[in-house]
């Protein structure tokens, strides 16, 4: 069973700061990109930002500049850190892991999702 918990979201004012946090649990081989997703109302959910094993980076274009993605290997997590944020960016976040298991087939898993909200 594996598990990414999430944790860092909270109410922030427009032009604040918040630093999410995923860290995956469980039985896996090995965990390939990392990545967050969001998904605000009535609205499809999109990729944010993802990072691969390496350290290889992607970002949405609403958000290059403010937000950067990073990964601890030997911790399994990864996080979010986001920067003059805006009401724009408001939406639950999910954290997302491609993990392979030890015959090498690769798995994705979510986890539970995280609120952010930037409101005055």
């Known amino acids: 069973q594996v598990q990414l918990v999430e944790s860092g979201g909270g109410l922030v004012q427009p032009g604040g700061s918040l630093r999410l946090s995923c860290a995956a649990s469980?039985?896996?081989?090995?965990?390939?990109?990392m990545g967050w997703y969001r998904q605000a109302p009535g609205k499809q959910r999109e990729l944010v930002a993802a990072i691969t094993r390496s350290g290889s980076t992607d970002y949405a274009d609403s958000v290059k500049g403010r937000f950067t993605v990073s990964r601890d290997n030997a911790k399994n997590t990864v996080y979010l850190a986001m920067n003059s944020l805006k009401p724009e960016d408001t939406a639950v976040y999910y954290c997302?892991?491609?993990?392979?298991?030890?015959?090498?087939?690769?798995?994705?898993?979510w986890g539970q999702g995280t609120q952010v909200t930037v409101s005055s």
């Open positions: 997302n892991a491609a993990m392979y298991d030890s015959t090498s087939y690769l798995h994705h898993y």
């Open positions: 469980g039985r896996f081989f090995s965990i390939s990109t």
